[in-house]
């Protein structure tokens, strides 16, 4: 934590962060057809929002979602930041900075994100409790659990509530529940339990179903190799195999998802389906155990990076998407403008010492 309390180094991230989060704003709302979705619904209420809470991130991508990238690493580094100043003046711009993509997601209704950022600082909290504060380590007793379970609960309610509104459901409906022709009647929660359902079992069915397709030709590109695809500039030729692939024909709508072992059987067979979780596993094993040996900063983030791609294997494989590798690759830049600022730092004495001398 000692490294983001140096003012030179917040000031380069400083900048950093408003470049990517100007973009962010350029890419997903100056050019969304809607704007702001919640502004849009309440002015409103018959509008459709559609897919535009993803607008940005497959339609309508322009070059600020590159370097929007960024962002992601940004605001658990803030938030440490935060942390390490608190008490002082400036660390409440920190906590804006924090909270400012959130804020913004939400008004996106875009529930990935607002997620993702949630699961992020409260990972980075305990952390820094466990290894900067020990004395306030989380210690599970069960009035915690209870109480930390109430509070994933809340999150996954108000969550599935910006479901409804962008699906345009009835308040008094089950909303989810009906539209997967759950039978459940949990009302308010009916929406919620169909949800949680949806995205956790309806997943391994579309794999069964993507299982029974009598596959012709070649997939390469479709599954855990799409990063090289990317990175070579081949992704066009990636999407039309997954075109081909035709998936929609067979998922259960309108659960689109399917576990990391669909397309890696698609792409690589049966041989992929048993090599591919290995070496997955030793990768984010070996991040994990960087950090608990060397906990920094840099490996915390590092960790943070890849942690949408381990926690939601049930239903995607965020490994075969190519930002977070650019995002690990901004975090070792990270670590050489950090060292390169220690660098300098211990020069400057000698240098001034010597010249002193000579004169």
């Known amino acids: 934590m000692e490294e983001l309390r140096r003012p030179s180094l917040l000031l380069a991230l400083a900048a950093i962060y408003v470049v990517s989060f100007v973009a962010y704003l350029y890419n997903e709302f100056y050019t969304n057809p809607v704007g702001i979705p919640v502004i849009a619904y309440l002015r409103d209420p018959s509008t459709l929002l559609g897919n535009y809470h993803r607008w940005g991130k497959e339609e309508g991508r322009t070059f600020g979602l590159y370097l929007s990238l960024p962002l992601q690493v940004l605001i658990p580094l803030w938030y440490v930041a935060y942390r390490a100043n608190r008490g002082r003046a400036r660390a409440h711009w920190y906590l804006v900075f924090v909270l400012a993509y959130p804020v913004m997601s939400l008004l996106k209704l875009s529930r990935s994100d607002v997620l993702a950022v949630a699961i992020s600082i409260g990972l980075t909290e305990h952390y820094i409790r466990l290894y900067a504060e020990p004395a306030r380590a989380f210690r599970f007793t069960p009035a915690r659990l209870a109480r930390y379970g109430g509070m994933a609960v809340l999150l996954i309610v108000a969550l599935n509530s910006l479901l409804l509104v962008r699906a345009g459901f009835n308040a008094g409906g089950r909303g989810f529940a009906d539209l997967i022709g759950l039978r459940i009647d949990a009302v308010p929660l009916s929406s919620t339990i169909g949800e949680i359902y949806g995205y956790v079992a309806m997943p391994f069915e579309n794999f069964a179903n993507v299982l029974r397709l009598d596959l012709h030709g070649s997939f390469i590109g479709v ?26 024909a067979v998922l259960l709508f309108p659960i689109n998802t399917y576990t990391f072992l669909t397309l890696t059987y698609v792409e690589l067979g049966i041989a992929g389906v048993i090599i591919v979780p290995f070496c997955y596993g030793l990768f984010i094993g070996a991040l994990y ?10 490996s915390l983030s590092l960790y943070l990076v890849f942690l949408p791609c381990w926690l939601w294997m049930f239903a995607t494989n965020g490994f075969s998407v190519l930002s977070f590798y650019l995002n690990a690759a901004f975090i070792l830049a990270f670590v050489i403008i950090v060292r390169g600022l220690h660098l300098i730092t211990r020069r400057a004495p000698a240098f001034t010492g010597a010249r002193r001398y000579a004169t």
Request: avoid cysteine; hydrophobic fraction near 40%; glycine fraction near 8%.
């Open 289 to 298: 155990r960087q950090f608990r040996n060397r906990p920094t900063v840099a």
């Open 223 to 248: 599954g855990p190799l799409r990063p090289f695809f990317s990175l070579l500039g081949q992704s066009g030729l990636a999407e039309a195999r997954m075109d081909h692939l035709d998936l929609d």
